[in-house]
């Protein structure tokens, strides 16, 4: 099993509905939403707002992957917005263990993510907190950029390092997803894509959601 997480950084904001409900007919797992503040990277999207707007009008699950310095200050906001899963960045400061323990507490499944640069190890002493691990493939801050090759090896390790404590996170993979790279993420151990521009190419969400998973899958084998 493999999930697909296409990401809303590709979408059309000024339809954004009709963007959830091809999602949806997508038979897509989670709806990938990502939070910039400008300062913990380059690009500013959009906050609680826009997460609460889109969870009143679905039920899909919400994967919020927050780009945003001092995360610990919106938790509860994003908590309140509706966010069913949250990510924090382990560059973006504060006490990472109190923080997931934290997003837990506020009913949310705990994830963390790196950079491509940061050693994959600042994810194993987290590894009991996390019910999400995500490997950044490529810097994080737009959409469209080109997979980073190197980040199938991070998956790798962090999969050995999860079945090694018996831990229960799931691994995600994030950036440049495609058709050609999807199936070697999934043999790395990856479970769960986000695509953005690769979900929506073309505004035909249903069709590039199945063939990634077709090619995602084509890696268990
Ligand atoms: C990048 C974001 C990604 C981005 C992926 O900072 O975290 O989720 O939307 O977009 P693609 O799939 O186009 O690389
Ligand atoms: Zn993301």
């Known amino acids: 099993m493999i999930k697909i997480a296409p990401s809303f950084l590709s979408a059309d904001f000024v339809v954004l509905e009709r963007e959830i409900r091809a999602v949806e007919a997508a038979g897509a797992d989670y709806i990938h939403l990502d939070v910039m503040d400008g300062h913990f990277v380059p690009n500013i999207t ?3 707002m826009v997460v609460e707007a889109i969870s009143k ?3 899909l699950t919400l994967d919020v992957h927050l780009m945003i310095s001092d995360p610990g200050k919106y938790l509860r906001a994003f908590a309140d917005s509706g966010a069913d899963i949250c990510t924090i960045h382990v560059e973006a400061g504060g006490d990472l263990r109190a923080l997931l323990i934290e997003i837990r507490k506020l009913g949310m499944r705990a994830g963390a993510t790196a950079k491509p ?4 190890e600042a994810f194993y002493p987290l590894l009991p907190y996390l019910d ?6 490529v810097e994080p801050g737009f959409g469209g950029q080109a997979f980073m090759p190197e980040s199938l090896e991070t998956v790798r390790r962090l999969r050995a390092e999860v079945v090694r404590q018996g831990a ?3 691994i995600e993979i994030d950036g440049g997803i495609g058709l050609e790279n999807a199936g070697l993420a999934v043999a790395a151990g990856a479970e769960v894509l ?3 521009s690769a979900a929506f190419r073309d505004g035909k969400v249903v ?3 199945a063939a990634l998973r077709r090619a995602g ?3 268990l084998r």
């Open 132 to 137: 999400l691990a995500l490997v950044m493939s």
């Open 207 to 209: 069709e590039n959601v």
């Open 57 to 59: 009008t679905t039920a």
């Open 46 to 48: 959009f906050g609680p």
């Open 117 to 120: 640069a940061t050693p994959v």
């Open 168 to 170: 229960n996170a799931e």
């Open 194 to 196: 986000v695509a953005g």
């Open 217 to 219: 899958l084509a890696g």
